[in-house]
């Protein structure tokens, strides 16, 4: 029984005639084809290039391609599909369902770019593969395809599918700014894990997100913990450019839970010496129970540099304390602050 991407193949160079003969191209595609396989580098890009005129009529013959066993093949190949575009879209879809080559089907979308958006509903079932390096190419191909994919990949943050969890909001982070509107209005959702996984992905787009720094700051407020864990850690990812949520990650230092006191502490300390209003109640921080927590504030403190020189008589106290990390970040805190100050 052959597979509908099997079929497909068969019914194209039957459409195209016989096997491949199209404008009696038959031979000069299957030449090609063994042309990409020349050790010359020039060679090799001489033939992509005369695949991707060929066009469509050569997609069936590239495809199959996808199966050679030689890296620097495939990665041709690829590109020769990547260059002829939407036109190899419906094939490359199939073909992900092809356990030895959908890895490259992948790569090859990628490539082709917002062009593939037809591809994005099946990029997205391909984040919830087990094998891992599909999984990262999947990722790395809506990332490419760039805004096309943000409304299908916001409503998978939704799903509470282990792999989705990381992947999801790794495509978007590599959308990049972008996706950072739809971001911002899924912050507002009922949905826990949704605004718990936007607020990661706005994490990993960084500082190309600081639009969505007043709707983080909001989001410290939510009822689910995990969401302001992640939006702490979203605002910290942005760094200096969501120095106006300083005011917020100060109530945060005095959070019942460790893990919130000591995002906020690290937070402060990638906003850096913006956070410079910090300083008091990192200092306070110091003498946390949680040696995790007194780690965090000394090492913002050393990030925040000399405008944290009132923390000295802290931080030399600190070199006393009974944890061995605490006691290093105060020790770097201090070869900052004094650093700069002298």
């Known amino acids: 029984m052959y597979s509908k991407f099997m079929q497909y193949l068969f019914f194209s160079m039957f459409l195209f005639g016989g096997f491949f003969t199209v404008h009696g191209q038959e031979k000069n595609i299957t030449d090609l084809i063994q042309a990409i396989k020349d050790q010359d580098l020039d060679v090799q890009e001489n033939t992509v290039q005369s695949l991707v005129k060929i066009g469509k009529e050569a997609v069936p013959a590239l495809i199959l391609s996808l199966k050679d066993q030689n890296d620097n093949v495939r990665l041709r190949v690829t590109e020769a599909l990547g260059k002829i575009g939407k036109e190899a879209v419906p094939a490359l879809v199939l073909a992900l369902q092809e356990q030895d080559i959908r890895t490259s089907a992948a790569k090859a979308l990628g490539e082709i770019g917002p062009e593939a958006k037809d591809a994005v509903p099946a990029l997205i079932l391909a984040l919830k593969d087990e094998a891992n390096y599909f999984r990262r190419s999947a990722t790395e191909a809506l990332g490419k395809i ?13 799903d509470k599918d282990k792999y989705f969890l990381w992947n ?12 950072v509107p739809a971001l911002i209005q899924a912050l507002k959702d009922q949905n826990a894990t949704l605004r718990t996984n936007s607020a990661y992905a ?10 969505a720094v007043p709707a983080l700051i909001l989001a410290l407020k939510d009822q689910d913990q995990t969401v302001r864990r992640y939006a702490i850690h979203a605002l910290g990812k942005i760094g200096t450019e969501a120095k106006e949520a300083v005011p917020a990650l100060i109530l945060a230092l005095e959070n019942k839970s460790s893990s919130i006191r000591g995002g906020a502490a690290d937070a402060l300390g990638k906003i850096g010496p913006e956070a410079k209003k910090a300083v008091p109640a990192l200092i306070l921080t110091l003498d946390n129970k949680n040696p995790s927590v007194r780690a965090a504030a000394a090492d913002a403190l050393g990030q925040i540099g000399p405008e944290a020189k009132q923390a000295v008589p802290a931080l030399i106290f600190v070199l006393k304390d009974q944890d061995q990390t605490v006691r290093g970040k105060a020790a770097d805190a201090l070869e900052k602050i004094k650093k700069n100050v002298l």
Do not use: H
């Open 146 to 158: 760039g805004k096309e994919a943000v409304p299908a990949l916001i409503l998978a943050l939704k």
């Open 168 to 179: 999801v909001p790794e495509a978007l982070g590599k959308i990049g700014k972008e996706a």
């Open 202 to 211: 706005l994490g990993k787009i960084g500082t190309e997100a600081k639009e």
